[in-house]
């Protein structure tokens, strides 16, 4: 069964951190672009970061620059967020994804292009 396993969400306070992490099974990350998206309550899915095949290619959406890495470990076949400086604006459902196939560098992040997906974890950013 081909499956993509998100952890590490929950609670975290204002200016703090979380790190999720993406585990796949029943097949191999290596020829695939990853990716992070978030889906906020009222609001459009969005990708936040991604990274390509390889590893030397990441792209994140404006709001999250300098904040969140999006790294992958094609060894252990997980893909990762570190997140930091954590704002409530950033509280939504974290989904990880692949791509299945090499993208293009201006489509790497477009949630059209992923077709598989992890069933998600939650992120709250509160005090």
């Known amino acids: 069964q081909l499956q993509l396993v998100e952890s590490g969400g929950g609670l975290a306070q204002p200016g703090g951190s979380l790190r999720l992490s993406c585990a796949a099974s029943g097949f191999s990350l290596d020829d695939n672009h990853l990716g992070w998206f978030r889906q906020a309550p009222g609001k459009e899915r969005e990708g936040v970061a991604c990274?390509?095949?390889?590893?030397?290619?990441?792209k994140y959406v404006d709001a999250v620059k300098g904040r969140f890495t999006i790294s992958r470990d094609n060894a252990k076949n997980t893909v990762y967020l570190q997140m930091s400086s954590l704002k409530p604006e950033d509280t939504a459902i974290y989904y990880c994804?692949?791509?299945?196939?090499?993208?293009?560098?201006?489509?790497?992040?477009?949630?059209?292009?992923?077709?598989?997906w992890g069933q998600g974890t939650q992120v709250t950013v509160s005090s």
């Open positions: 994804a692949a791509a299945g196939r090499i993208l293009p560098v201006q489509s790497m992040c477009v949630t059209s292009r992923y077709n598989k």
């Open positions: 990274i390509s095949s390889s590893g030397i290619t990441t």
